[in-house]
């Protein structure tokens, strides 16, 4: 027995004198990088209409469009980008309650939040061409020319087919700090998704491919960098910055918020 303890113990010995490795630990390549600063400069400023519970943004043509909320307020506009007043408006029925919007082949998408429509209307005459069902809540909406993109209010992102309105592929969007709730509004930019973090001053630049959020921007100090009499969150906490719309002939992007007074023309420097 005195034998095969001291075979353990020699075993033991030797292996504590294995010399040690001098290669440095593995990093791991898995960490996630946090996202981008992306800082911004204020181009112009313009009047907005502060009745308008701003739920989307369309730049097409010279010519911007807006989606308002509320139930007995929900509009489809036509806005003069210097006045700010409506050249062409749309009413919804009373009962429901506007969301986003977005363009693709001169026809205009509407969400509704809880009423699980998606109006279809002709773009030159707003008259309505079509209307989808839709499950869940409509928060957001863009397209990257093919697809329909819509935010549900959670971190998922859903790429619809714009004849079917059937879901062809489901996003999840993450930082380094897990999945991303709130996705709002969106704009299709460059190969890029931006995103209105609702309840936040932020809008978010994702990676369509990965669901990555490579980029944020911080708007908190948009208001009071313009000189802004009043913050229209001190009057209701959910008069947030909302409304996203690209300008593909200056590469700017024309930001605004629900009954915000102001629409801001603003400069990204990627």
């Not at 960490?31 to 519970?53: C, E, F, G, Q, R």
């Not at 029925?93 to 009423?115: A, R, S, V």
């Not at 998922?156 to 999840?172: A, C, D, H, Q, R």
Request: charged share 20%; hydrophobic share 35%.
């Amino acid at each position: 027995m005195k034998k095969i303890y001291a075979l353990l113990f020699l075993v033991f010995y030797l292996a504590s004198c294995e010399p040690q490795s001098n290669k440095e630990p593995e990093i791991n390549s898995n960490i996630v990088p946090s996202p981008a600063v992306i800082n911004y400069s204020i181009i112009k400023l313009y009047p907005h209409d502060t009745s308008s519970y701003s739920q989307g943004l369309i730049w097409h043509n010279n010519q911007l469009y807006e989606s308002t909320g509320m139930e007995k307020e929900s509009k489809l506009l036509e806005v003069a980008l210097n006045s700010g007043k409506a050249l062409r408006k749309l009413a919804l029925p009373d009962n429901e309650f506007g969301e986003g919007i977005t363009l693709l082949n001169n026809k205009i998408y509407q969400l509704t939040y809880t009423n699980h429509l998606v109006h279809v209307y002709d773009l030159k005459t707003f008259k309505k061409i079509q209307e989808f069902e839709w499950p869940y809540e409509g928060w957001g909406i863009t397209n990257n020319g093919t697809h329909l993109i819509i935010s549900t209010g959670g971190s998922n992102l859903y790429m619809v087919n714009p004849t079917s309105f059937k879901i062809e592929k489901t996003i999840g969007v993450s930082d380094n700090n897990g999945y991303i709730a709130n996705l709002n509004e969106l704009e299709f930019i460059e190969g890029f998704i931006y995103a209105n973090q609702y309840m936040t001053d932020y809008i978010l630049k994702i990676d369509p491919l990965s669901g990555s959020v490579v980029g944020r921007i911080d708007f908190k100090n948009l208001l009071k960098e313009a000189g802004a009499i009043y913050d229209p969150r001190s009057i209701d906490a959910g008069y947030v910055l909302n409304g996203i719309a690209y300008n593909p002939a200056t590469k700017n992007i024309y930001i605004t918020g629900k009954r915000w007074p102001t629409l801001f023309e603003i400069k990204l420097s990627q």
